[in-house]
Nanobody, 125 residues
Framework: QVQLLESGGGSVQPGESLRLSCAASGFSLGYLAIGWFRQAPGKEREGVSTISTGDGRTYYVDSVKGRFTISRDNAKNTVYLQMNSLQPEDTAVYYC??????????????????WGQGTQVTVSS
């Protein structure tokens, strides 16, 4: 059974950090592109960061460049999203997704076959 389990969310103050984890079971993450997406209240889900297979190339939405870092640990079958200098506008439910093997890293949600249940990140003073 394919499962993705996100963890690491929480409530922090502006400027603080969190590290999200996306642990997979039932398949190997190492051969698939992975993406982190987020959905803020009243907004559509948007792509935040993706990491490709092979060379592990990473991509970020402009609003998080320089603050967020995506990485993968194939031995642990887990992908991480290190989030530094968090701001109130980063408040959202964060989801990880696994791309269809036909696609490289992408922010197109239609390219993703599996999703986790989401983890809440709240940034507030």
């Amino acid at each position: 059974q394919v499962q993705l389990l996100e963890s690491g969310g929480g409530s922090v103050q502006p400027g603080e950090s969190l590290r999200l984890s996306c642990a997979a079971s039932g398949f190997s993450l190492g051969y698939l592109a992975i993406g982190w997406f987020r959905q803020a209240p009243g907004k559509e889900r948007e792509g935040v960061s993706t990491i490709s297979t092979g060379d592990g190339r990473t991509y970020y939405v402009d609003s998080v460049k320089g603050r967020f870092t995506i990485s993968r640990d194939n031995a642990k079958n887990t992908v991480y999203l290190q989030m530094n200098s968090l701001q109130p506008e980063d408040t959202a439910v964060y989801y990880c997704g696994v791309a269809n093997p036909s696609y490289a890293a992408s922010f197109d949600q239609g390219h993703y076959d599996y999703w986790g249940q989401g983890t809440q990140v709240t940034v507030s003073s």
